[in-house]
């Protein structure tokens, strides 16, 4: 762990989710203007549109499974430049929604059912190697490709809970996790 005296440097990440949980996040409301007074947004789809994930982040916020190339390469560049890694909702801790495509048992099969099966006449795979991040086999929590330091469910998780957790975070504290509310899926 590393000391930041200074304004904590949070980051929020959007993998493979619906974006539910940012605008979870962005519920804080007006909480996130003390939230901005004690800490500085450096990476964030709702507050840029920054390429490059920044070094000594203190946290991040992470949305989503991981379920193509992009999502794993962006993953492992934040557990490398962050301190706390939280597992933001039910997609990041267990694959959730985007994870039932793993009932096909594959990516080409998804791919075959998207783009042909699905399709009229001029159904057509995907074909941009370089350009369209290709599909992992399945979609995976992240906890399965990084160790992740706290765990919040929920999707979304509300709020109010997300706010519990900056809060304790904050102060260097341990977030509550005692209570159900604090452990609830779905
Ligand atoms: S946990 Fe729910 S709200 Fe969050 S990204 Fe997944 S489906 Fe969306």
């Known amino acids: 762990m590393t000391d930041h005296p200074a304004r ?5 990440v ?23 007074a004690q800490a500085e947004i450096v990476y964030s789809p709702v507050a840029s549109d920054q390429k490059r994930y920044p070094d000594d982040v203190d946290i991040a916020l992470v949305e989503g499974g991981v379920a193509n190339t992009d999502n ?3 993953l492992q560049e934040v557990r490398e430049r962050t301190h706390t890694l939280v597992s933001l909702g039910d997609c990041a801790i267990t694959a959730n929604i985007p994870g039932m495509r793993n009932m ?10 998207g783009y042909l099966d699905l399709a009229d006449d001029s159904g057509q795979q995907p074909n941009a190697p370089g350009v369209i991040p290709e ?14 330091d706290i765990f919040l469910p929920g999707c979304p998780p509300s709020a109010q809970r997300i706010r ?3 809060e304790a975070l904050l102060r260097d504290q341990k977030p509550p996790s005692k209570e159900a509310t604090q ?4």
């Open 14 to 36: 959007w993998l493979a989710g619906c974006s539910g949980c940012h605008m979870s996040f962005l519920d804080l409301d007006e909480w996130l203007i003390e939230l901005a």
């Open 164 to 166: 519990g957790v900056l």
């Open 135 to 148: 599909l992992l086999e399945r979609v995976l929590p992240i906890h399965e490709l990084v160790p992740v």
């Open 72 to 74: 794993f390469s962006l």
């Open 8 to 12: 904590k440097r949070i980051a929020t």
């Open 104 to 113: 096909l048992q594959g990516a080409d099969p998804v791919l075959r059912r």
């Open 183 to 186: 452990i609830r899926f779905g």
